[in-house]
């Protein structure tokens, strides 16, 4: 267990959070939501968040994305500071948002129309990353004729054609079912790393977050501060996936350790 980013992060840095601090205000109070987060995060590393509800994880992520600034300290992607809404960042949420009244490649390409991408092109990669993660004979379908895990990867999709660097998901599975989620999940992580893409994933599944991550940081209750980073190391050849990863001996141990950490009663022991 490590407070400090780790040194894969600092080999090759991404994204930075220096001093950072968040406050909400209304004009009755002020909610300090995150205080002090500073934090490396390094280019194709997975990074799993947890912690109790209410302590400032999707805010974290909104921080990173560019679409909160924050009340104190920086945040920067590779070196250069945050302001704004940043198109190296997509999200992926616990509720697909797809347009009902689009087909299936129609949705995946509007992150791409927002974005003033060709037309053609967005649609030509669409319909590429549909194919090749085994959506290809859908793409016609409206989103209705999906199953919940199948919206789930069109939602996946439709972040991949926007291009980014970054990935934040918040809560992705945490809709499905048990077993669509445990699918998924190896799904998904196995596109993030096909990709070469950067994660930040958000859940309160702790079994999820150690068998997906390289690391797990655990945040403390509000004003949140990160309270423990743990290095996973069960995968040494980096080829194994999260459900393998799951059955290794060193697995229940990371287990144990964080659910301690967080008192019982953030997360489900799945
Ligand atoms: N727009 C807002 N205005 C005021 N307070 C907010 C706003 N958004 C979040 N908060 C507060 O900030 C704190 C952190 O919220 P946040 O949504 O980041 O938590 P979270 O860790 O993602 O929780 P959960 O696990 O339930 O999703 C909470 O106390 C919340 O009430
Ligand atoms: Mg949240």
Redesign the pocket.
Known sequence: MRRESGARARQAEHIRLDGVGLS?F?PREE?E?LRDITLAIGKGEFISIV??????????LSLISGMLKPTRGKVSIDGAEVTEPSVKVGYMLQHDHLFEWRDVLGNVTVGAEIRRMEKEAARRKGAELLARYGLGDFMRHAPAQLSGGMRQRVALIRTLVAEPDILLLD?PFSALDYQTRLTLSEEVFRIIKDQGKTAVL?T?DLSEAISMADRVLV?AK?PSTIAAVHEIDLDEGGQLSPWSKRQAAKYHDYFNAIWKELDGHAVSPL
């Open positions: 909400y209304t909610t939501a912690g109790p509800s209410g302590c400032g994880k999707s805010t974290l809560e958000v309160h945040m509000r």
